[in-house]
């Protein structure tokens, strides 16, 4: 049998300057496609943004692109008076009071589940996570109205633990279904080492799992993060009649209806809504893109 011998890197034979033009040539469609798509789904946004700094008459006799061009007259009254006269600023400051603390709360439990069904032994493991999973198919609606009549009992109606508690009850069944596939494919000679050293459960979490873990619970919080930032049902359910601590989604939907004649003003309201939003998503897009694909490919 003849010996097969297979080429390093080192070893292979450089490609022409023609060879590599008709590489970039032969890729060309595929980069003019993606570059058209994101054009088409950035110039909404774009859009957005720029009429939130363009006046009201302006709005309506002109498109939005015509402002790019020179003499510029754009104007931040909109936003001025949608963060003060109509209480966006403070809806804002709710909406991260909201978010922020019930994301945080449903990956601190949902990563302790996780762990107990990975990597530690009790009866009825399997039952257990299985009922969990199965919550996922069951609708939020069925639950708003018995959740609030026991809000109604214990006097937390309208205040912000009463949603931290609602919004981590409704995200834990996908928490905990991402973070025990991850953790369960963790490598088991790591976790059994540090046993036979003596380590504890909660030392092999802190000191083992929740460190190579990163990249899923990056991408958890961003997929709850959003999920919270933009609902409407929860918020409008436990805090729609509670005006001091209205999310921004009550207070836009409010807009919708109360600005009749000063309806320009709803871009910039949508767009301060979209800021935060958005600046945690870039942020972390790294993390969430490893989250991702955590487990795609073993090696």
């Known amino acids: 049998m003849a010996d097969r011998t297979v080429l390093s890197r080192s070893e292979e034979v450089p490609m022409t300057p023609v060879q590599r033009l008709m590489r970039q040539l032969s890729r060309g469609p595929l980069h003019a496609a993606i570059i058209l798509v994101c054009i088409m789904w950035m110039t909404p946004t774009a859009g957005l943004f720029v009429s939130s700094f363009r ?3 302006e709005i309506a006799t002109t498109g939005w692109w015509t402002a790019l061009v020179p003499p510029w007259q754009f104007t931040l009254e909109n936003y001025e008076h949608v963060l003060t006269a109509r209480g966006m600023g403070q809806s804002f400051i709710n909406s991260v009071m909201i978010s922020v603390p019930a994301t945080l709360l449903t990956i601190l439990i949902a990563a302790l589940a996780a762990y107990a069904f990975s990597w530690m032994e009790f009866r009825g493991r399997e039952l257990f996570f299985l009922l969990v999973v199965a919550l996922l198919v069951v609708p939020i609606q069925l639950t708003l109205i018995p959740v609030l009549r026991m809000y109604a009992n214990l006097g937390i109606t309208g ?3 009463a949603v931290w ?6 995200g834990l069944p996908f928490a905990v279904f991402l973070l025990r596939n991850f953790f369960a494919a963790l490598p088991k000679d790591l976790l059994e080492s540090a046993f036979l050293e003596g380590a504890s459960h909660f030392t092999a979490f802190t000191r ?7 990249p899923a619970l990056a991408a958890l919080g961003i ?3 959003l999920w919270l930032w933009n609902d409407l049902l929860v918020a409008l359910v436990y805090l729609g009649g509670f005006r001091d601590v209205a999310p921004m989604t009550v207070t836009i939907s409010s807009l ?3 600005f009749g004649s000063e309806w320009h ?3 910039s309201a949508a767009f301060v809504s979209m800021m935060l939003p958005l600046i945690v998503f870039f942020a972390l897009q790294k993390y969430f893109v490893e989250g991702i694909l955590a487990g795609a490919v073993k090696g």
Request: proline share 7%; no cysteine.
């Open 208 to 214: 083992i799992v929740l460190p190579l873990s990163v």
């Open 223 to 225: 997929f709850q993060f």
């Open 165 to 170: 508690l609602a919004h981590t009850a409704y």
């Open 55 to 57: 006046t009201r008459s």
């Open 256 to 258: 919708v209806s109360s």
């Open 159 to 161: 205040t912000f633990p």
């Open 265 to 267: 003003l709803l871009t």
